[in-house]
C-alpha cells in the first residue's frame, strides 16, 4: 500500500460502533468538533448532538438510525458513519459494515468489554473491517489502562495493541518480516507495513481517552490519517448500497459507497433484480453531513453519498462492477401481531413495507391463511420506535398483540428430498440432498448435478427457486436454517417443461426431505453480562439456571459482582426489568444475541403451536404425476414408488419389475436425436395415453404411417375467438423479442397495438392473455383495448391455464383459435374443441393483414386523389362556363 493513501484524493469512510453508553455519540461530536466541522459541541444529555437528529433519538438519548458526518483532517477527508449502539438496532449497524474503509469501536473504560461488545467484534470480523479500539471515560475513576489492555487481549483478539505510547512498534514486528527488518535496522515500521497490518487484520490499534473532555481525539485523528487503510477502488463504475430512508419531503434515497469509478449525475446504473437486472437513471448526488447536504455532480471511488431517483435498488445491492451481495448475520428473535381496527389491511401492509425497506430487522409477513400481517423484530424498543414511526409519518395508529419467539427448524441427518410435478402439459424432477451444518451458517445451495443429465440453465433455476423463499420446516412451520441443500439430480421434458415446473418440484423437494427428515427445534438465545450488588449474585444465578440457561463463575471488578451467562430469549424478555427492581435500580444487564440453539421443550412448542405440515397447502411435501391424459396426487411418503429418477442417497437400484413403458432410471438421458425422441414418447404414452392420432407428437420419419386422423366437430356458428398467449408470442417473435430485451412493457403495448389491427381486418374476438401468477395479491383483471381485451392472470393462475379453461367454455358455442408457440398447449385446447395456430403461423396471418391494411390505405389515397381532381375539374368547367 502506497504513501499516497495519506493524500486528500484518497477520502476514508470511518464507521463507529459500540455497545450503549459507550460515548459513541460523544466521540463523533468530538471528532467533528476538534476537525473543525462543528463549531458547537453538542451533547446527547443536553439533546442537542449534531448526528442525533431524529426527536426519538433527543428523546431516549440513543441513536437509532446510522447517520453521517464529513471532516478533513491533515488533508485526509474523512466521512464518519455514526451507528446504534442499542442491541434492538443492531442491524442498522450491521449493514454499514461492507461500505467501511476502517472502524472504530468505543469501549466504556469504566464498564469494559460487554456483551454486544463481542458480537460487534464479531460482524467486524466476520466483514473483515480493520479496527481502531477507543477506550473512553478513562477521565472517571477506577479505570486500570493496563487491566483494559488485558481484558482486550483475551476477550477480543491477542492482536490488540496499545498506540498510546512507541511500545506498540514491538508487537507489530512479531506480526511480518517486513516489519521486523524495519523495526530491527531503522527502530520505526513505515506507515504503509503498519497499514498493511492492520488491513489484513494482524494489528488492532488501541487508544485511551474521554471523549466529553476532547482528551485522546487528536491523536485518536492522527492515527486514523496515518494509518487507517483505504479499499482499493476500480477503474470502472461500481457501488455498494448500505441503506434505505426517506427525506422530509417523501423522497427515496439511497445510500451508496462509491467502489470505483466514477459516479455522475443524471447517469444511468444497472441494478440487480430477480429476473437479471436493470438500468435506472440516477437524478441527485448528496453529500450529507448531519441533516444537511451538499448537491455533486460527480463522485469518485471513496465517497459515500445519497442519490435519488433509483426506486429498484435495495441494502446490500452491488451496482455497476460491484460484485456479490451482503448478506446478513442478525436477525429479529421476536413476531408480533399488527391490529388495526381503522385502516384496510391493504393499507397497512404497504406503510410497513416502505418501513421494512428502511430497516433490515424489520420483517413483514402477510399470513394468507391467517388473514393477518405480522412484523418480526428484535425487542420491545423497536416495536416501540415502529409505533411511532407509522404515527407520525403515516397517521397510522397500530396496536400489537402479545410478542412471540421466532423458532428455526434445522435437521439432524442427510436426507433426501424428491418432488415430481406433472400434471397433464407439465414436466420436472428435482432430487435434493439436505444436510446439516453447524449453528450459524444459515442456508447453503450447491449443485453437484451433471449437465450431461439437466441442462445449466435448469440447474441455475432451481438454485433460484431455492433461494428466493423462505422454506418453512414441519414442527412448528418455522424458517429452516443451518442446512446444505444441493442439487444431487434432476430431468426436464424437452419440449413440456417450463420455468414454473421447476419452482413447483423444487419446492416440494425441499418439503418431501424435511418431512422424511429428523428435524431439530431451534430456539433463539442471548448473551448477558450482569454487574450486581454481592448480595444480588444469587438470584441472577438462579434466575439463569430458572431459564434453561448457563453462566460462568461470578467475578468481582472494583467491588462490582460480575456474571456473564447465556439463556434462551424466551425467558429474557422482561429480565432487565426484573434486575432493576430486585437490585433496586444498582444492577445492570446488557443482552446481545447469541444465536439459535436446541429448543429446551419442544413438544411443549409444537403443541402450542399447533401446527400441521400436511394440511399447509401452500407448502405441500406431495409430488404431482400424470396418467392417461389426468393428473393425480402422490402422497410425499409414497413417492420414492413414482418418482423417475435414482435416488441419489442409494447405492444401488434394488431389481424392480420391468415396464416397458418407462426407460430404466439408472440410463443416461440422450440429449438428442432419435433416442431421446422414443424415450419421451415413451414417457408421454405412459402419462398423457396413445398418442397416434396426435401428428404434432410424432417423429416427422412416422407422420407417414399416419392413416387416420380424429373427426373434426361441426364448427359452431358465431363470432370467431382467438385467444393469444401474450408472453409466448413476444418471445417467439423475433421483432418483439428484440424489444423486450430492453422494455417488456413496450413489447406488450406494440402486440396490443398489432392486435388491434389484425382485429381491424379479421373481425374476430381478440383476447390477449398475460401472466401475472407471479404478482402478489394480484386479481384477475381484465382491460378493454381499443378493440380487443387483454386479461392479466390472477396470482397463482398461468396464462395457458386460463387459456385452457376459456376456450373449454367458449368453444361449446363459438369457433376458437389459440395462438401460441407451445406444442402441449395446443394439443390440449385441440382436445378441448379449440383450433391450434402456431407462433409462425399467426405471425404470417398478421403480417398479411398489415399488407391488407396498408393496400387498403393505398385505395383509398388513390380514390381520394382521383375524387380532388375530378371535382377540380368540374369547378375549372363551371368557371369556363360562367365567363
Known amino acids: 500500500m502506497a504513501d499516497d493513501l495519506n493524500t486528500e484524493k484518497t477520502p476514508l469512510c470511518i464507521g463507529i460502533l459500540a455497545h450503549v453508553d459507550a460515548g459513541k455519540t460523544t466521540l463523533s ?14 451533547r446527547v444529555d443536553h439533546a442537542d448532538a449534531f448526528l442525533d437528529t431524529d426527536p426519538q433519538e433527543r428523546e431516549r438519548g440513543i441513536t437509532i438510525f446510522s447517520k453521517q458526518a464529513r471532516l478533513t483532517w491533515k488533508n485526509r477527508a474523512v466521512t464518519l458513519l455514526d451507528t446504534p449502539g442499542h442491541v434492538d438496532f443492531s442491524g442498522e449497524t450491521e449493514r454499514t459494515l461492507p461500505v467501511l474503509d476502517a472502524a472504530i469501536l468505543v469501549v466504556s473504560g469504566t464498564d469494559g468489554v460487554q456483551s454486544h461488545t463481542r458480537t460487534l467484534w464479531r460482524l467486524l470480523r466476520r466483514n473483515h473491517v480493520p479496527t481502531f479500539l477507543f477506550i473512553n471515560k478513562t477521565d472517571l475513576p477506577g479505570v486500570n489502562r493496563a487491566s483494559r489492555m488485558q481484558e482486550l487481549r483475551s476477550l477480543l483478539s491477542p492482536e490488540c495493541a496499545d498506540f498510546s505510547g512507541g511500545g506498540w512498534m514491538e508487537q507489530a514486528a512479531a506480526e511480518s518480516e517486513a516489519a521486523l527488518e524495519s523495526f530491527l535496522s531503522a527502530g520505526t515500521i513505515p506507515p504503509e507495513e503498519v497499514r498493511r497490518l492492520i488491513a489484513e487484520e494482524k494489528l488492532f490499534p488501541c487508544l485511551f481517552g474521554a471523549a466529553l473532555r476532547l482528551d485522546g481525539v487528536e491523536k485518536l485523528l492522527d492515527t486514523l490519517a496515518l494509518y487507517a487503510p483505504a479499499k482499493p477502488a476500480g477503474n470502472d463504475f461500481g457501488a455498494r448500497v ?21 459516479l455522475c449525475a443524471r447517469a444511468a446504473v444497472k441494478i440487480p433484480t430477480e429476473n437479471g437486472e436493470t438500468e435506472e437513471k440516477i437524478h441527485q448526488i448528496r453529500l450529507y453531513s448531519g441533516e444537511k447536504f451538499v448537491l455533486a455532480d460527480e463522485v469518485r471511488a471513496g465517497t459515500v453519498c445519497a442519490v435519488t431517483g433509483l426506486t429498484a435498488a435495495h441494502t446490500g445491492d452491488a451496482l455497476g462492477a460491484e460484485k456479490g451481495m451482503s448478506a446478513a448475520l442478525l436477525e429479529p428473535v421476536f413476531t408480533f401481531r399488527v391490529h388495526a381496527e381503522k385502516t384496510d389491511a391493504h393499507t397497512v401492509l404497504e406503510k410497513l413495507r416502505i418501513l421494512e425497506e428502511e430497516d433490515p430487522l424489520l420483517h413483514v409477513v402477510y399470513d394468507d391463511a391467517a388473514r393477518e400481517i405480522r412484523v418480526q423484530l428484535m425487542g420491545e424498543v423497536q416495536l416501540e420506535i415502529l409505533k411511532r414511526l407509522c ?85 412448528t412451520g418455522s424458517p429452516i436454517t443451518d442446512m446444505k441443500i444441493t442439487l444431487a439430480a434432476g430431468r426436464a421434458h424437452l419440449k413440456h417443461t417450463e420455468g414454473g415446473d421447476f419452482r413447483q418440484a423444487t419446492y416440494r423437494a425441499v418439503r418431501q426431505g424435511l418431512m422424511r427428515a429428523e428435524s431439530i427445534l431451534l430456539e433463539p438465545w442471548y448473551d448477558l453480562r450482569l454487574e450486581l450488588p454481592g448480595e444480588c449474585i444469587g438470584r441472577a444465578m438462579a434466575d439463569i439456571q430458572r431459564m434453561g440457561g448457563r453462566f460462568d463463575p461470578p467475578e468481582t471488578e472494583n467491588g462490582v459482582s460480575i456474571l456473564t451467562a447465556a439463556a434462551p430469549v424466551a425467558g429474557c424478555a422482561d429480565y432487565p426489568r426484573e434486575v432493576t427492581a430486585y437490585s433496586r435500580g444498582q444492577g445492570r444487564v446488557s443482552l446481545s444475541l447469541r444465536g439459535y440453539e436446541p429448543c429446551r421443550d419442544t413438544q411443549r412448542v409444537i403443541t402450542e403451536i399447533g401446527y400441521d405440515p400436511e394440511r399447509d397447502a401452500a407448502n405441500t411435501p406431495d409430488s404431482v404425476f400424470c396418467s392417461h391424459g389426468a393428473g393425480y396426487t402422490v402422497r410425499w411418503d409414497d413417492v420414492e414408488q413414482h418418482m423417475h429418477l435414482e435416488s441419489c442417497l442409494r447405492p444401488e437400484r434394488e431389481a424392480a ?74 418471445f417467439a417473435w423475433d421483432e418483439l423479442k428484440a424489444v423486450a430485451a430492453d422494455h417488456l412493457d413496450a413489447a406488450r403495448r406494440l402486440l396490443m397495438d398489432i392486435l388491434c389491427n389484425y382485429q381491424g381486418v379479421r373481425q374476430c374476438r381478440v383476447i390477449l392473455v398475460f401472466d401475472a401468477y407471479r404478482v402478489p395479491f394480484h386479481k384477475e383483471e381484465i382491460v378493454a383495448y381499443n378493440n380487443i381485451h387483454v386479461v392479466y392472470t390472477k396470482e397463482a393462475e398461468t396464462a395457458d391455464a386460463y387459456i385452457e379453461k376459456t376456450s373449454h367454455e367458449i368453444a361449446k358455442d363459438h369457433r376458437v383459435r389459440v395462438a401460441t408457440s407451445d406444442g402441449m ?59
Not at 247 to 253: C, H, I, K, S, V
Request: charged share 25%.
Open 391 to 475: 404515527r407520525s409519518r403515516f397517521g397510522l395508529d397500530l396496536t400489537f398483540g402479545e410478542g412471540g419467539i421466532l423458532y428455526r427448524e434445522t435437521i439432524a441427518a442427510p436426507v433426501e428430498g424428491v418432488g415430481h410435478y406433472e400434471p397433464l402439459r407439465h414436466y420436472a424432477e428435482v432430487h435434493l440432498l439436505l444436510e446439516p451444518l453447524e449453528r450459524g451458517s444459515g442456508l447453503v445451495f450447491a449443485s453437484k448435478c451433471s449437465t450431461d443429465e439437466l441442462d445449466l440453465n435448469w440447474q441455475r433455476l432451481i438454485l433460484t427457486h431455492l433461494a428466493e423463499k423462505e422454506h418453512r420446516g414441519v414442527l
Open 29 to 42: 461530536e468530538a471528532l467533528l468538533y476538534t476537525a473543525g466541522a462543528l463549531r458547537r459541541l453538542g
Open 825 to 883: 398447449e395446443q394439443l390440449i385446447v385441440l382436445g378441448q374443441g379449440a383450433l391450434r395456430l402456431s407462433a409462425d403461423s399467426f405471425h404470417t396471418e398478421v403480417m398479411q393483414a398489415g399488407e391488407e391494411i396498408r393496400e387498403t390505405l393505398r385505395q383509398l389515397n388513390r380514390r381520394g386523389r382521383s375524387d380532388a381532381v375530378a371535382e377540380a375539374l368540374r369547378r375549372a368547367a363551371e368557371n369556363a362556363g360562367e365567363k
Open 242 to 262: 448500505y441503506k434505505i430512508s426517506r427525506d422530509t419531503q417523501g423522497a427515496r434515497l439511497t445510500w451508496l459507497r462509491v467502489t470505483g469509478g466514477t
Open 657 to 730: 419389475p420391468e415396464n416397458p413403458s418407462v426407460p430404466p432410471r439408472s440410463a443416461s438421458v440422450p440429449r438428442t436425436g432419435a433416442a431421446l425422441d422414443k424415450q419421451l414418447q415413451a414417457i408421454y404414452e405412459r402419462t398423457y395415453g396413445a398418442v397416434k392420432q396426435n401428428r404434432a407428437f410424432v417423429p416427422r420419419s412416422e407422420r407417414e404411417k399416419i392413416s387416420s386422423q380424429p373427426k373434426a366437430r361441426p364448427v359452431p356458428a358465431g363470432p370467431e375467438y382467438l385467444l393469444v398467449d401474450g408472453y409466448n408470442i413476444i
